[in-house]
């Protein structure tokens, strides 16, 4: 069931990077590095938009074809998520996913769930919910701004339910290597959650090493405010989430009984985001064209050159510089972000502030010399800061 996960290593490359900034809206003249919070559409978005809008019109033929667009958008994230294509689902966003998976658990007072105090809010938020109902919620500090995985296995035990970690830290950008901690609880009970959120579409997403992946599209995937759902059911085979909708289950023999669907669309409760599929299936096709290995090539070693330029500044880099533990965000501590954004701005440029810290993404639109114009600027932006 798992020969999918080979095919990831297979990109058929047709393109080279970076790519064409005009295939993009709104990139004329503009330095975008603020992927990691909101990229650009693509132009051929517009036209993924007219195809929705005329089988919207088109009554139950029309209805139908949306449903074939999601099934589409499955297959084609098969591959790249190493998952069967029945074990993805789509729905509202990334924080639905992670709730429904804890949904799923039959909690005992004295369980325990663990976490970095440094990974995003949609997580340790859920995770911290729990503590209502008697269960621990262990938040392992950092090294520095450096999550260790070791750090989070020692914190499990034989209470342990659930493991959250993003592939891709959003706060830091760090690239978390996924197998240790894979191997360790393969053979535990331990559920472990991966958030790939700014993982998809900038690195290769190991669905296949965890219980669960979750994922927002509208980060490096290029798409809209909608989530990704994947079940690894050769990992996990059982899961029920709390919660079904008429989309998500199969008539019984009364009213009152009903068989949930097999595989992720036991998730889609209701009507799956027809639109944002339109455009999830223009965007997986554009990326596809550059390879994953080549896009994650690419935007790692900008990312490298931001870092290397932020600290050549002595800024406090929040992002690792050890080899492969970078993906396409590069951040630094900032008391004022919001001025950096500001000032950016005015200059056609555009980065990310908040929470503390500048970050700067790189995708595959993003060039060299758009690295250097922003780290050229950087110091003017860093005294207007301080003024």
Request: aromatic content about 8%.
């Amino acid at each position: 069931m798992r020969q999918l996960a080979n095919q990831f290593s297979c990109d058929i490359v047709i393109a080279t990077l970076p790519a064409p900034k005009d295939d993009f809206i709104g990139l004329d003249g503009k330095i975008h590095l603020a992927t990691g919070g909101e990229p650009p559409l693509l132009v051929r978005h517009r036209y993924a938009f007219e195809a929705f809008a005329d089988d919207k019109a088109r009554g139950m033929n029309g209805y139908a074809n949306h449903w074939q667009v999601v099934e589409d958008v499955r297959k084609r994230l098969s591959p790249i998520m190493r998952l069967e294509a029945e074990e993805i689902g789509l729905i509202g966003n990334a924080s639905e996913g992670i709730v429904k998976v804890l949904s799923s658990v039959d909690w005992r007072f004295g369980d325990n769930v663990v976490t970095s105090d440094c990974d995003y809010a949609s997580g340790r938020y859920a995770l911290a919910s729990l503590a209502r109902q008697g269960v621990e919620v262990r938040m392992v500090s950092t090294r520095g701004w450096r999550i260790d995985v070791d750090d989070l296995l020692d914190h499990c035990d034989e209470r342990t339910r659930v493991l959250y970690i993003s592939q891709v830290n959003a706060m830091t950008g760090q690239l978390i290597d996924i197998e240790p901690l894979s191997r360790a609880l393969a053979a535990s009970s331990v559920i472990l959650l991966l958030d790939a959120s700014h993982a998809l579409g900038a690195v290769s997403v190991r669905g296949d090493l965890a219980d669960f992946t979750v994922s927002s599209c509208y980060k490096f995937a290029l798409g809209i405010h909608e989530g990704i759902f994947a079940w690894n059911r050769t990992r996990r085979p059982n899961f029920e989430p709390f919660g079904v909708g008429w989309a998500a289950a199969n008539p019984g023999d009364t009213p009152d009984r009903f068989q949930r669907k097999e595989g992720a669309k036991r998730v889609e409760f209701g009507n799956a985001g027809h639109l944002g599929a339109y455009l999830m299936r223009e965007s997986l096709d554009y990326l596809g064209r550059y390879g994953t290995g080549a896009v994650t090539e690419h935007i790692q070693a900008l990312c490298c050159r931001m870092i290397d330029g932020m600290t050549a500044l002595n800024l406090d880099v929040m992002t690792p510089i050890a080899p492969g533990e970078q993906a396409g965000n590069a951040a630094f501590v900032c008391d004022n972000p919001t001025a950096i954004v500001a000032k950016a701005e005015a200059d056609g440029i555009y980065v990310w502030g908040d929470n503390g810290r500048v970050r700067a993404s790189a995708h595959v639109f993003t060039t060299k010399a758009d690295v250097d114009v922003f780290l050229e600027k950087l110091p003017r932006y860093l005294a207007f800061k301080q003024d």
